[in-house]
């Protein structure tokens, strides 16, 4: 059992890796029937650990935001109450994650806020990566919200500002480069179109030498949308897309850079 466990949990922060990276493809070879054997013997431990994560994005990257949903609700009901664990905030993302894919960002926002104080009494977010991926999700679907509901604008661009400087001092390369698409989003809700395009610039780089090709896609995607000379950066979004089977490219970008994958005349400044 110690032996089955372990090999279970390095399977799935592969996958994760696997995902963050934009190496969709191999993903699914490497998952499905991985998942057909923890589903036959009764391992609800790791069907949990993929159904919050990895299948989530081959699910959205799909178009199939419905069988997402259904992957949450099967692990919902199976999520202990008495303590809130990793896998929790495995579901927690993959919610946030289905519900910017499917324009519910201000849903994602109230349970992202909602979980946050069992999230902090955790203590995971002591761990560094749990902490800045969670600091980058919870500002992702703020973007997403503030640029819905102008009302809130304010407020939440201040909290964005604020997890933009907290994952520039982590100093990952993921943070840094969150970091840099945040601003850029932030400038392009407030009206500064040079500076966002230069924070842009600077973020599709960081992703790319992060090796996380499907964020450096999203944000080339955008480009194309508020720069006038950024069509040969959307046909390279768009054919990394393809090559990892992302069916609806503006949705899927959309998800991983909020504001910043809207087109222009959708993004009002204020």
Known sequence: MGVTFLLNSVRALLYRALAYRGDLR???VR???VLREVEL??????ATNVRTGPQVWLRLAADRPDLASADLAWVEERLPRSRFLLQHYFYLQAHVMAALYEGRAAEGLRRYDATGPALRRSLLLRLAVI???ATELRARVALAV???????RPRLLRDVDRAAQRLDAEGMGFTTAHAALLRASVALLRGRRAEALREGASAEELFARADMRLFAAA???????HDA????ARRRAEEVFAAEGVEAPARFARMLAPVWAEPSESVKPG
Not at 41 to 46: F, K, Q, S
Not at 219 to 225: E, F, K, M
Not at 229 to 232: H, L, V
């Open 41 to 46: 013997i009764g391992d609800v431990h790791t």
């Open 131 to 133: 902490r800045g991926l």
């Open 146 to 152: 503030a640029a819905a509901e102008p009302a809130q």
């Open 31 to 33: 998952l499905r029937p």
């Open 219 to 225: 944000v080339a995607y955008g480009r194309s949308l």
């Open 26 to 28: 191999e993903l699914e």
């Open 229 to 232: 000379d950024g069509e040969a």
